[in-house]
């Protein structure tokens, strides 16, 4: 493995380079002061160097020498990578989101999925909000009503989120709950709702974001955030795309700081198996001499994602489609 | 290359006064070794380290064995969709890079599936998955439409065995990448040569959302790393006999018209290209040769999934 693979900063490389190192073997038998003499470094500049090498190199030598027996168990042994009949049945038991809607759950298949980033788009005053507010709020439920009893983080970016209205929507929530339960369990009397609507809001963790670069340090402050606070299940941004459509001179910037995220983002939910929801807005997208409606930021943003949930107006009536989505048929 | 103060241990021709004199003219590794016609010593530690320099690139291999090579272990693959194996000739071929590119929700990740779950059936297949969207329903939905209705226990034993030789993994950046292909590149090695159930497909889903973050800075690490990430993946394909399967997305280009991300550097990595497109309403896939070894380009066909 070369040199300039490793995750160091250009001028260490370059230091490096220039003393004739050039692969992770010439790395092997030196020791830190030596390094440090030799490129002219701090001590602990040198140790770290020798750290991320040896750490990138751990996983080849362990491999040196191995039996057959050996060669089939470490193919399931890499960190991470798992069978698909494993994942299969993993999959089987992971629980959905209901999204409170009969209709839009059943095209999602039961809900919104954990460990998958799910986009919702759609235009300006279709209720991409309410649905974000009544997922914060439907993830609360606890596991007895076939839901998630998780606490969910809601980022802000647009300041849409009315206090006010997520109190009408716990409520309304909770009040189905007990109605569900009177349905169903009538000779149980001792499963009473103990939640308040406070609870479900105290639950919430919002965040209020006002730039882009708030946005990318809350997105790396996420990962501390969740491994202190086990419980979030579901993270809601509203709306992604907000702090980078207008007034972002450059583009190739803009294209490697959203890519960055989306893949963070990624990472949070497998490691967390949390579902991450994220709003858009809509653009016009003109082809062929009409006019067509398309998500914001383009190709490449919409690549990013998992799943995709557009939102229209036909008529009076609100409709949704699946734009994209790896297990489901669109609807 | 490793320093030659550090292959004195190993080779002890090299040392002191051998040394001083490379490193009189500049010689700190194996690398920069050259010929010399100076003293008796100075041309042997010379030959030594340039011997060295010969175990460590491939050894050369005329026509012959290249065919032989092919015959005997560079097959194809079907990858089980009419359409794409019709106008492949035969499915993806051993040792070559195939990049499927295509605008958002075309079906790509749909192809890869399907490619995985037919050639699991004997071989092992490593999946690499960028967005999470590796989705064990839909190969356990393709492999039940192949196999002809039996019990349900017979059904469950052939879906159990056919679905561990797939191995999905989560990579969600370029290092990690690196590491996981260098694990996987020690493990070949180990494995080659054994009869056993083998490793034959590597899929990359997707490998633009990995290197979209670094590439187009000031820097030019970003173009460095998508190279060698090129090369690197070639090579494995080539020593190892694996086929590789990658997706691409595409940005838009002059006039509106989409074109596949990553650039121009990118274009000729690949050996072959597919562009994949979805015709909303009815269903149906288009898909168009770009680039390939041994077709004519801009051939298409459709197919459904």
Known sequence: MEIWRLPISASQRGKLISAGYTSLSSLSSISSSDLARELNVSESEAMNILKVASHSRGSETSNASCSIVEVLDTFQWWAGAQSAWDMLHDEESLMHITTSSADLDNILGGGIHCKEVTEI????????????????????????????????????????????????????????????????????????????????????????????????????????????HKDVKVIVVDSVTFHFRQDFDDMALRTRVLSGMALKLMNLAKRFSLAVVLLNQVTTKHTEASFQLALALGDSWSHTCTNRIVLYWNGNERYAYIDKSPSLRSA | MARLANLETEYPVLDSTVRNFCASHGIFSAAFAEQNDSSERLKEGIAQVLSIIDDMHQPWLNGMELLEDAKRNKHVFPTGIQGIDLLLGDGIRVGQLTELVGPSSSGKTQVCLRTASN??????????????????????????????????????????????????????DIFAMFDVLHQLESYLRCQDG?????????????????????????????????????????????????????????????????????GDSWKCIPHSRLFLSCDRGSNTYNVSILRHPSMASVKAARFVI
């Open chain 1, 121 to 228: 788009g759609g235009v300006p005053g279709i209720g991409k909000t309410q649905l974000g507010i009544q997922i914060a709020v439907n993830v609360q439920i606890p596991n007895d009503f076939g839901g998630l009893g998780g606490n969910s983080i809601y980022i802000d970016t647009e300041g849409s989120f009315m206090v006010e209205r997520a109190f009408q929507i716990a409520e309304a929530c909770i009040e189905d709950m007990s109605e569900y339960n009177r349905f169903l369990r009538k000779d149980f009397q001792e499963c009473k709702i103990k939640m308040q609507p406070q609870d479900i809001l105290e639950n919430i963790f919002y965040f209020r974001i006002c730039s882009y670069t708030e946005q990318i340090a809350l997105i790396n402050y996420l990962d501390k955030f969740l491994s202190e």
């Open chain 2, 119 to 172: 050639v699991a059936r004997n071989h092992m297949v490593l999946y690499l998955d960028t967005g999470n969207s590796f989705s064990p329903q839909c190969i356990a939905y393709f492999l039940g439409k192949t196999i002809s209705p039996s019990s349900a226990q017979a059904k469950n034993q052939f879906l159990q065995k056919v679905m561990s030789n797939i191995s999905c993994h989560s990579v969600f």
């Open chain 2, 194 to 262: 054994r009869g056993c159930c083998q490793m034959r497909l590597l899929i990359v889903d997707s490998i633009s959302s990995l290197i979209s973050p670094v590439l187009g800075s000031s820097s030019t690490l970003g173009r460095a790393l998508m190279t060698s990430a090129g090369y690197l993946l070639k090579k494995l394909a080539h020593q190892h006999n694996l086929a590789v399967l990658i997706i691409n997305h595409t940005v838009g280009g002059e006039g509106g018209s989409s074109k596949p991300a990553l």
